[in-house]
């Protein structure tokens, strides 16, 4: 029958049959896809096990920050009762200089450390000593050898009352 189509088998591309190199190719290519697909593969696969090491040291190091911020609250808080104490026995040792020294003012005893303590009470012994040494020598000047007249002042006996009231007013008594 002829109805005018020419009936002859012959490969035509794309209706689902195909030339030996055409399947080559597309071998070669199905190939090549499947060693790219491999090779996304093994990056996926080794970007999960560096994720999964990251992970752990992450971890690792929260832990370990975990460690140190209660050590560091351990040390602080123990820093703090040895401030507690050393305070403590600082007052301590400055109540005993007060007590050891009545001579000297107890607010001139002064310091935050036994060092300051020692050296405020030098310093103090040594305004006291300047201090008496100012007054002995002033007691020295004020003092009046034995057998000296009193001074009793101008002799008034000759003077009218006037007169005996502006020499008052002028000079007027010990």
């Not at 896809?33 to 752990?56: C, F, N, P, Y």
């Not at 007060?98 to 005893?109: G, K």
């Amino acid at each position: 029958m002829d109805n005018g189509q020419d009936n002859t088998a012959t490969a035509v591309s794309g209706n689902g049959h195909s030339t030996p190199e055409e399947r080559e190719n597309i071998a070669g290519q199905l190939a090549e896809e499947q060693r790219e697909m491999r090779e996304v593969e093994a990056a996926i696969s080794e970007r999960d096990t560096r994720i999964g090491e990251l992970e752990a040291a992450l971890e690792r190091t929260r832990e370990e920050v975990a460690g140190k911020q209660v050590e560091m609250d351990n040390a602080w808080a123990e820093m703090t009762a040895l401030r507690e104490v050393k305070d403590a026995a600082v007052f301590g040792y400055r109540d005993a200089l007060r007590l050891a020294h009545p001579e000297l003012p107890a607010d001139l005893i002064t310091g935050d450390s036994p060092e300051e303590l020692a050296a405020s009470v030098v310093g103090a012994q040594a305004l006291v000593e300047k201090v008496r040494a100012a007054l002995q020598s002033e007691r020295q000047a004020a003092r009046m050898p034995a057998g000296a007249p009193v001074d009793s002042g101008p002799d008034l006996a000759g003077l009218s009352a006037r007169e005996k009231i502006a020499a008052g007013v002028t000079h007027p008594s010990k």
